[in-house]
């Protein structure tokens, strides 16, 4: 199974983006998939993450109400809905899977992952 992250771009503050992760292989309800961030200098970071199957979601709580998860099954897609952007979402976001018998929805431990796709900028300016 092969990861593509897209719908990255330079926006202003308080814009909103939608990223969207394609996998070509499997089908995406038979996993755990997550989005992770990684500012300049920072640590990945946990946003969101899926399971499919079952419709079971979870967001980082300094986005909750802001981003959203959901998955398109017509598409075999993952997507993060982002509005209300702030300078601080700037980060480059990668979406990665999990097998859903050693992931938990939620993990935020990005070892835990073993498909990642590459990453989709998004830059938020003030």
């Known amino acids: 199974v092969q990861l593509q992250a897209s719908g990255g771009g330079l926006v202003e503050a308080g814009d909103s983006l939608r990223l969207s992760c394609a996998a070509s292989?499997?089908?995406?309800?038979?996993?755990?998939m997550a989005w992770f961030r990684q500012a300049p200098g920072k640590e990945r970071e946990f946003v969101a993450a899926?399971?499919?199957?079952?419709?079971?979601?979870e967001v980082k709580d300094s986005v909750k109400g802001r981003f959203t998860i959901s998955s398109d099954s017509a598409k075999n897609t993952v997507n993060l809905q982002m509005n209300n952007l702030k300078p601080e979402d700037t980060a480059l976001y990668s979406c990665?899977?999990?097998?859903?018998?050693?992931?938990?929805?939620?993990?935020?431990?990005?070892?835990?992952?073993?498909?990642w796709g590459q990453g989709t900028q998004v830059t938020v300016s003030s």
């Open positions: 899926m399971r499919v199957s079952g419709n079971v979601t």
């Open positions: 990665a899977l999990g097998s859903p018998l050693r992931v938990r929805v939620g993990e935020r431990d990005p070892v835990r992952y073993h498909v």
């Open positions: 292989g499997r089908r995406v309800s038979l996993y755990v």
